[in-house]
């Protein structure tokens, strides 16, 4: 087919022209990529459920860490300041049997038990594990 026959002036083009058909597919499709995730619930509500206890490792030099209602901390029953906790912990936790289990009140704030496992990081705990009710 020649284009621009003056024979041919009064009749279409056969031929579908798809590239500004991909360049709108392509800008809908980043826009989409762009959106989901802030369409996304940011929270979810969710009922944790009551486990069972799980086994045991007898050989692991186990830690209690308790976070009470207002946030204060104690280990092994020994009231703690969190530099306090943290020399105690980089002292504890060159052992490789250590490990740290925190068991926190539910109404702490998840901020402060974030905190502490924080500190528990950076004192180099590797182990760690969080306590809760048993039952069902």
């Known amino acids: 087919m020649a284009i621009g026959n003056s024979s041919q002036q009064g009749s279409m083009m056969s031929e579908i022209n798809v590239t500004p058909l991909v360049d709108v597919m392509l800008v809908l499709l980043v826009v989409f990529i762009i959106t989901a995730p802030l369409l996304a619930p940011q929270a979810l509500k969710i009922n944790l459920p009551k486990t069972d206890a799980v086994s045991k ?68 705990v590797t182990k760690l594990s969080f306590l809760t009710i048993g039952g069902k």
């Not at 860490?65 to 020399?87: K, P, T």
């Not at 060159?94 to 502490?116: H, M």
Request: cysteine-free; glycine content about 6%.
């Open 57 to 124: 490792n007898d050989k692991l030099q186990k830690v209690s860490l308790a976070i009470d209602a207002h946030g204060d901390v104690s280990l092994d029953s020994a009231h703690l300041s969190d530099e306090g906790l943290a020399e105690m912990l980089k002292a504890r936790a060159t052992d490789p049997q250590f490990q740290l289990q925190i068991q926190s009140d539910e109404a702490v704030n998840y901020g402060r038990v974030a905190q502490i496992m924080a500190i528990a990081q950076k004192a180099g």
